[in-house]
């Protein structure tokens, strides 16, 4: 980038806003891209020319009109902890981190208006001063922000009761464009859908609005069964029956529960598969009791007093299950995918007569468009491409369909979205074609039906 460019930059957005130091840049173009190994190889190298951190809305503002007057190539960043290069820059330019944007901005009956640099566990502990909490939010809640959830995630621990982000957990954003003009729309209902895990490719998101629920209290609990057939059972019925007050259902195959080092005082028998578990207290007691009539047996309870304090079994659920298992061995990955409701068991069958423990089975029970869905994230170790690709096959020739996350180009890795749409979005938005470059997929994948 030209000395005068860089001139304009400082003159813009001020000195102090612009990180220059290589080591610096070359972290805030990253994301934890690195569980997937296919994905490790292809972005590695890639790096911003800049990162600015903009500490107002009127500088990121004057930061974008700048890239689309110099034709600079710009990617937002939350904390940068998606999983699919969402946040790396593929053709250098600005990354635009917007941390600092990060004030809540109304605190309402059932709803919270917040810049999208909040952290999102910041955001939840200024909520529960009201009694509220939120719906849904990913494992990484400690460092992920609310922006960079929207824009690149889907769902997390709530998914069981309140579905994905699509299911009304969003109500409203605004979002600045980068049209010869910056200007900033405020979208909600269908229009939303253009904005919602879309990694950015179609504007800046500033602000969000998204609904809140009254403060339940939640309590912990993992339960180990001797064989997963009866740990899928137990959890297929705390997450369908709605007698049940649940924030969290989670299986893990064994040997899973063995790769959580702090819980390893708890995990004594390295055979049994876990449930992992977020109650509301008053259903706490029958909760035992109906693990019970699945032959399953309580090894840890946190009550609701310890909630929040600490480490907690949502910090092994989601894809921190993955983190967990590279931590043991740096050879395991993931894959993503949707179990047929009626035919899992014969299709986690099929998994484990194939592969073996070459894929351990890990589900998280969701509601997607209010449908409960047993979602895998099953850990694949890992080999070549080539066998990855290989089980990839085989789980959609069975009907366990993936959503590949070896891949950086949006929609290529799944979730239905609505790409058409989104690519017309991006045209409307961004004619110059600067936001999160080499992301959108061909247009013959977009027209695809």
Not at 149 to 173: C, R
Not at 265 to 272: A, P, R, S, T
Not at 328 to 338: G, R
């Amino acid at each position: 980038m030209s000395t005068k460019l860089l001139g304009k930059l400082f003159e813009t957005v001020g000195s102090e806003n612009v990180v220059q130091v290589e080591e610096t840049v070359t972290k805030l173009s990253k994301d934890y891209y690195w569980y997937s190994p296919v994905l490790d190889k292809q972005l590695e190298n890639k790096r911003a020319d800049y990162v600015i951190i903009p500490d107002s809305h009127e500088t990121l503002k004057a930061v974008l009109q700048l890239a689309v007057d110099e034709k600079i190539p710009v990617t937002a960043r939350g904390a940068g902890t998606g999983n699919y290069g969402q946040a790396v820059p593929m053709t250098g330019g600005f990354v635009v981190d917007l941390s600092k944007l990060n004030n809540v901005l109304e605190i309402g009956d059932g709803f919270v208006t917040v810049q999208a640099g909040m952290r999102i566990r910041d955001l939840e502990k200024k909520i529960m001063v009201t009694d509220q909490e939120l719906t849904i939010y990913p494992s990484t809640f400690v460092k992920a922000t609310i922006g960079g959830f929207i824009a690149g995630g889907s769902g997390g621990i709530g998914s069981v009761t309140w579905g994905n982000l699509w299911d009304g957990n969003v109500l409203s954003a605004k979002v600045l464009t980068m049209n010869e003009m910056v200007v900033e729309r405020t979208v909600n209902g269908e229009e939303l859908l253009d904005y919602i895990h879309s990694y950015g490719t179609t504007g800046i998101i500033t602000e969000v609005t998204i609904p809140i629920k009254p403060k339940s209290n939640w309590v912990q609990e993992m339960i180990s069964f001797a064989t997963i057939k009866d740990a899928i059972d137990f959890t297929q019925n705390i997450a369908e029956g709605n007698q049940w007050k649940k924030r969290l259902v989670t299986v893990v195959e064994a040997p899973i529960p063995t790769f959580f080092r702090p819980l390893k005082k708890v995990i004594k028998e390295k055979d049994k598969h876990v449930a992992l578990i977020e109650i509301e207290e008053s259903n706490h007691n029958r909760l035992l009791e109906e693990a019970a009539r699945f032959n399953g047996t309580s090894i840890y309870t946190a009550e609701a007093a310890f909630y929040r304090k600490g480490i907690g079994i949502s910090d092994f659920t989601w894809n921190h299950t993955t983190l967990w298992a590279l931590k043991n061995d740096k050879k395991w990955t993931y894959l993503q995918n949707f179990y047929s409701l009626k035919d899992v068991h014969d299709q986690v069958g099929k998994i484990k007569e194939r592969f073996g423990d070459e894929v351990l089975v890990h589900i998280e029970w969701l509601r997607d468009k209010g449908k409960l869905i047993p979602a895998g994230l099953p850990l694949v170790y890992y080999h070549s491409k080539e066998r990855l690709y290989e089980i990839i096959d085989y789980f959609n020739e069975i009907g366990a369909t993936v959503n590949d996350p070896h891949t950086y180009l949006l929609g290529a890795g799944g979730w239905n979205l609505h790409l058409e749409s989104i690519a017309n979005k991006k045209k409307e938005n961004d004619p110059f074609e600067l936001l999160n470059q080499e992301k959108m997929p061909t247009h013959d994948f977009v027209k695809a039906p």
